[in-house]
């Protein structure tokens, strides 16, 4: 046993990315076992390895972890990712939970039907820059650290920098007003532990393609 967290998950971003963002962010190593084909899926179902039959799955400290928020609040609460106290965790939970909506709308848009798919990313962009962008610029001049809560790394700091990358992926002028957001990024990009993440060749996942669906859904319907 080497002792690092195996993460068990198709190899593409879908509910796992966020923890291997965290892992990474927290310059903790990890290993991938990739489910290829639906067997792969049926032999961890059968040996008991998945609480409610489902992945992500991570096997960490003897536990087999599912459900995708347990297991980021775990690897945050343990790599002290997650505020001093219960208002700052509370605080990192809000920032959070609007980034994975705002994340969600737009990991959906490959999966539109064709002619709904601009108008779904119309919608999913505008709500980046005039519901949640304005919230964290706001954050980040009314705090005025370095970090969205208190004055050190979180897991909301990290869920922000994921989100940005993601929204400019679609767009990659989505910053071009708001000047906070945009140090904060060339900021928290230059972190030794996120800048080895974010270099070619890392355990980062690339953006999901149409192509990409039907390998998927043979592995997981
Ligand atoms: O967040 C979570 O971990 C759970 N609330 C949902 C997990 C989930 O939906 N897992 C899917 C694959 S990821 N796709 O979106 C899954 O394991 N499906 C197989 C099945 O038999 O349900």
């Known amino acids: 046993m080497s002792g690092k967290p195996v993460l068990h998950y198709a190899n593409t971003r879908g509910r796992m990315e966020s923890v291997r963002w965290l892992l ?14 639906k067997e792969d899926l049926q032999k961890l179902k059968s040996d008991g390895s998945l609480l409610f039959q489902q ?54 848009n ?16 505008d709500k980046a820059a005039n519901r949640y962008f304005p919230v964290f610029e706001k954050v980040l001049k009314d705090h005025g650290h370095d970090f969205l809560v208190g004055n050190k790394l979180s897991r909301a700091d990290v869920s922000l920098l994921e989100t940005i990358l993601m929204v400019e992926e679609f767009k ?37 393609q149409e192509k990409d669906i039907p390998n998927l859904m043979a592995i997981f319907h």
Not at 24 to 37: I, N, R, S, T
Not at 60 to 83: C, S
């Open 110 to 125: 490959v999966v539109q039907p064709a002619d709904k798919k601009e108008e779904h990313l119309a919608n999913a962009l």
């Open 55 to 108: 992945v992500p799955m991570v096997e960490i400290d003897g536990m087999k972890l599912v459900q995708t928020r347990a297991i980021l609040n775990y690897i945050a609460g343990k790599y002290n990712l997650y505020g001093k106290d219960l208002k700052e965790r509370a605080l990192i939970d809000m920032y959070v939970e609007g980034l994975a909506d705002l994340y969600e709308l737009i990991m959906m």
């Open 172 to 208: 990659s002028d989505a910053l071009a007003k708001f000047p906070l957001l945009q140090s904060f990024k060339a900021r928290m990009s230059n972190t030794p532990n996120i800048k080895k993440f974010l270099q070619p060749g890392s355990q980062r996942k690339p953006r999901l």
């Open 24 to 37: 990474a962010a927290a310059g903790v190593e990890f290993e991938e076992k990739f489910l290829e084909k």
